[in-house]
Each structure stands twice: as C-alpha cells, then as structure tokens.
C-alpha cells in the first residue's frame, strides 16, 4: 500500500492550509546543509537535532552505492505524541503544524516515547544563550518562518532541492504536483499517524532499510562528542 500513497484528506480545519514536505531522495546528496541550518535557525545544542540525514551504503566494492534520507518530525495529521501528552503541551495548530507549548511542558517523555519516529528529544538545563531548556522540543516545520512567507530553513538551505515545502490544500503548489505525479511513501504507514512527510523514488525496503541505519556520520560525531564533555555535568541532570 505505501508505495504510490497519495494523500489522504486534511484532519485540518477546511479552508485552512495543510502544509506538507516532500523528500525527492533521487536529490539528496547527504552535504547536511539542511541539518547545519536547522541547528542554526534553533540554536538547537550539541547532541539532539530537530532533523538528520540517514547515511547507509549498500552493495560491494567497486558496485557500491551511498543512500541518504533526511528525516525530521512528520507533523502527522494523526499525531500520537498529541494524544499522549498529558498537558496538552503538544498539539496540532490547524494549518497541520504539531507545536510545543514549553510553558506546559512538564519533560515527563510520554510524547517522546509515544512518537515512533524518534522525532523528538528533550533540551538540556541551563543553556548560554537561550532560556528554553529541559524540556522536550522537536521540528516545528519553522511555523514561525512560515507565517512570514518563508521557507523552512532546511528547505531554503537544501542544495539539491530534496526538500520542497508547501501547502497540499492548493493544487497548484508544488507538494501537490509532486505527490500527484510520483509515487511517494511515507514512514510507518501502518502506525495510522498520517506523516506530511512525502518521499519520492524509494522502494518501501530500501526506506525501511536507510531509516533503520545509524545516523550520519556528521550527527555521530556531534553526539560523542556532547556525550563526552557532558557526561556527569550538573547542567545536564536528568537529560544524559
Ligand atoms: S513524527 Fe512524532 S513528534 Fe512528529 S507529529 Fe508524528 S508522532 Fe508527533
Ligand atoms: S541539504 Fe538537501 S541535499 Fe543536503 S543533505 Fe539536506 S536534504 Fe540532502
């Protein structure tokens, strides 16, 4: 069923916009300006990330091939993390963002366990420069940028243009085009969560394959690195 998805009809108020992102893997060439941009826009600290792009090689010397799939929050249209928040300090605004109100959130994990993307993650105590911290934040499809008229930051900086964003409620956008004139799949079709998320080109396998691999090589270093100078730090009680 997933491959050739299109997509289902809005959760969303009707005459609202229903923004969606499409992934064109054939595109992607893994430079991580998207993940480097993303850190910027949030400040986002060393060790989480709002979004990464997977890394997985494939085949045998010299038939080798390097596959990437840039992953982010799906802002589900049926979004278990909402569901399961206790405070409703998560919900879905109704242009299809999934937001966090941090001034409720009480970091008891639940979202980030009910989430099965592993889309989410909890900000360290104490930061330098921003006050947000010790609580659970994750992508926020830049709503704030949006509202302005701007692309996601990940989708302004993306060099081969992977990411498009848009609203799937105009036909005329191009998330509509694209999901109307290729296959695309979504992760974990079967959660019944409705990702906005569109990937064109893979086969189902080779999707689940490259989201089940290890993050990328950028992301690993940056986490041992965090995990190394901050293991045991008073700053991060509770977070590591
Ligand atoms: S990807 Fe996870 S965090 Fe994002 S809306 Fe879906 S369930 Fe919630
Ligand atoms: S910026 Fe675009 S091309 Fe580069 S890694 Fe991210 S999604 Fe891929």
Same mark, same amino acid.
């Given at each position: 069923?997933?491959?050739?998805?299109?997509?289902?009809?809005?959760?969303?108020?009707?005459?609202?916009?229903?923004?969606?992102?499409?992934?064109?893997?054939?595109?992607?060439?893994?430079?991580?300006?998207?993940?480097?941009?993303?850190?910027?826009?949030?400040?986002?600290?060393?060790?989480?990330?709002?979004?990464?792009?997977?890394?997985?090689?494939?085949?045998?010397?010299? &038939?080798?091939?390097?596959?990437?799939?840039?992953?982010?929050?799906?802002?589900?249209? &049926?979004?278990?993390?909402?569901?399961?928040?206790?405070?409703?300090?998560?919900?879905?605004?109704?242009?299809?963002?999934?937001?966090?109100?941090?001034?409720?959130?009480?970091?008891?994990?639940?979202?980030?366990?009910?989430?099965?993307?592993?889309?989410?993650?909890?900000?360290?105590?104490?930061?330098?420069?921003?006050?947000?911290?010790?609580?659970?934040?994750?992508?926020?499809?830049?709503?704030?940028?949006?509202?302005?008229?701007?692309?996601?930051?990940?989708?302004?900086?993306?060099?081969?243009?992977?990411?498009?964003?848009?609203?799937?409620?105009?036909?005329?956008?191009?998330?509509?085009?694209?999901?109307?004139?290729?296959?695309?799949?979504?992760?974990?079709?079967?959660?019944?969560?409705?990702?906005?998320?569109?990937?064109?080109?893979?086969?189902?396998?080779?999707?689940?394959?490259?989201?089940?691999?290890?993050?990328?090589?950028?992301?690993?270093?940056?986490?041992?690195?965090?995990?190394?100078? &901050?293991?045991?730090?008073?700053?991060?009680?509770?977070?590591?």
């Amino acid at each position: 069923m997933p491959v050739g998805l299109q997509a289902e009809p809005s959760l969303g108020v009707p005459g609202k916009k229903r923004w969606a992102m499409v992934v064109d893997l054939r595109r992607c060439i893994g430079c991580m300006a998207c993940v480097c941009a993303d850190k910027a826009e949030y400040d986002v600290p060393l060790g989480v990330w709002r979004t990464i792009v997977k890394v997985k090689d494939t085949g045998h010397y010299p &038939n080798t091939k390097r596959h990437f799939m840039p992953r982010l929050c799906n802002h589900c249209d &049926n979004p278990p993390c909402v569901r399961n928040c206790p405070t409703e300090a998560t919900y879905k605004h109704e242009d299809g963002f999934v937001l966090q109100r941090y001034e409720r959130c009480i970091a008891c994990r639940t979202c980030i366990a009910a989430c099965p993307y592993n889309a989410r993650h909890v900000l360290p105590k104490n930061r330098d420069r921003v006050k947000i911290g010790g609580v659970v934040d994750k992508c926020t499809f830049c709503s704030h940028r949006v509202e302005k008229g701007l692309a996601p930051a990940c989708v302004q900086t993306c060099l081969g243009r992977s990411r498009i964003f848009g609203d799937l409620n105009d036909p005329d956008s191009e998330v509509s085009k694209l999901v109307a004139r290729h296959k695309t799949v979504v992760l974990k079709p079967e959660k019944g969560t409705r990702p906005q998320v569109y990937y064109i080109k893979p086969e189902r396998a080779q999707t689940e394959q490259v989201f089940a691999a290890p993050q990328s090589y950028a992301a690993r270093s940056d986490s041992e690195a965090f995990y190394k100078h &901050n293991r045991g730090s008073k700053f991060f009680s509770g977070v590591l």
